[in-house]
């Protein structure tokens, strides 16, 4: 839906964002399949925009999350000592606390910007990519092939980002398989509570905005929590 969501619907992004039509709430007909949300915008043609914004916010969060991290628990693991122990208990300070808090908190300082969402997800998710890539670099740095590169007198950074690297990356890959939904879902989650650009399509912006229509239009609502489910499981 995501990909392909310019031939999926007749709606442009402007047409759904900044465009005003007759029909506010009014129920599904055959020129709307799922109902008209406020100011007439069509549900589905809302929808399937959604779904492209969710994934360009996960997407991009999950990339400055892995690289930073990545970056962060590779060096850490491999230099070890003091500066491992200053990385690791930063990051785990950030771990302390609630990742939907914070990203409340820095939404709240930078603005409501798609940009600044973005950043504070990625930056609240590298924590957990420093971990991963900490624990593997961990048992790989002991390898005889690692010895050996060192005793050619191959810089750190050779060592680090050509021989370890490669071989650590896999559980990185496999963390961000899982985790593009929670992001998703924080997006919903901070759309809905009012820390989102409401000129942005968001599945939470959706539901932010048809919740006070339950009685009188609930498919604006259920239609968008549907989706959050279906990317949720």
């Known amino acids: 839906i995501a990909v392909f969501s310019p031939w999926l619907t007749p709606y442009s992004i402007e047409d759904l964002t900044q465009r005003y ?4 709430w009014d129920p599904p007909s055959p020129d709307h399949l799922l109902g008209q949300a406020a100011l007439g915008h069509d549900i589905l043609g809302r929808i399937i925009w959604g779904a492209r914004i969710s994934l360009l916010v996960g997407v ?32 785990d300070a950030i ?14 300082m930078w603005g409501k910007a798609l940009s600044n969402i973005m950043l504070a997800f990625g930056l609240l998710g590298i924590p957990t990519y420093a971990r991963v890539i900490r624990a593997t670099t961990l048992q790989i740095k002991s390898s005889t092939y690692i010895k050996a590169a ?3 007198g191959a810089s750190e950074f050779k060592i680090m980002f050509t021989q370890i690297l490669p071989n650590a990356i896999s559980p990185v890959i496999i963390e961000l398989s899982f985790n593009i939904a929670y992001i998703i879902l924080d997006l919903a989650g901070l759309s809905f509570f009012g820390f989102s650009d409401t000129s942005v399509i968001t599945w939470g912006n959706d539901i932010a905005e048809g919740r006070n229509q339950l009685k009188t239009a609930p498919y604006a609502v259920l239609w968008p929590g549907i989706m959050i489910f279906i990317t949720a499981m």
């Open 60 to 91: 991009q969060s999950l990339l400055i999350a892995s690289i930073g991290g990545t970056i962060l628990g590779l060096i850490a693991a491999y230099k070890g000592g003091r500066l491992d122990n200053i990385i690791m208990r930063i990051l």
């Open 95 to 108: 771990n302390a606390f609630p990742s939907m808090i914070l990203a409340l908190v820095f939404v709240a």
């Open 150 to 152: 060192k005793a050619t």
């Open 21 to 24: 039509y007759t029909g506010a």
